[in-house]
């Protein structure tokens, strides 16, 4: 078990908490981590490029001179490959699938990993709860300087509340999500993991 310190908005400590030493004191596995990364990017390319071949490309019906006695190359085709305008070779064609697939254990150990590194290179921050007053993005913006934190920022809360979400929405730098909705990609992501307490101890119960 480590212990980590929890904070008020102020960025002042209150108390502190003990973390489960299976999800956030784990010898990361990088190699997992890795495959993690790697399906979430390569699930998130649509495949939906295309290129045009010789067949497709628009012109080029005609013989663009006769076959014999011009001293020149035969030529079928002015979209042939090598020609300007002509058409793409082996180029990508529609519709290609990139989605791969990873077992739920290894989902789970690369989120594990992930959240270790946080504390492990001290860039977890616990608050005992976050609510605004306003849905102001000033409010969120002096939260964020009281607890010294800049660059990407992943603020992970138990419930999503309505002032949090407008605050934050208009902050190029924070992601916010639900403890439900945490992933490897986004936790990798991030220079700085803001947690509130209820949503370390969602997190806990749902890696058990």
Known sequence: MSKID???????KVKNITLDKDIWNIEPNDAVLYDAIRLATSNARQGTHSVKNRSEVSGGGRKPWRQKGTGR????????????HGGVVFGPQTEK???IKMNRKERRLALKSALSYKVLD?????LD???????????MRDILANLKVDRN?????????????L??????NVLLLSADEINTMDVVSAHALIATESAIKSVEEALK
């Not at 605050?167 to 190029?172: E, F, H, I, K, S």
């Open 153 to 165: 920022i992943l603020i992970v809360v138990d419930e999503l509340d309505d002032n949090v979400v």
């Open 129 to 139: 709860e976050l609510k605004l007053e306003s849905n102001k993005t000033k409010e």
């Open 97 to 99: 699938n990139y989605t």
């Open 6 to 12: 929890v904070l008020n908005v102020k960025g002042e």
């Open 122 to 126: 001290s860039e977890l921050i616990v």
């Open 167 to 172: 605050a934050t929405r208009n902050l190029d």
């Open 73 to 84: 190359a035969r030529q079928g085709s002015t979209r042939a490959p090598h020609w300007y």
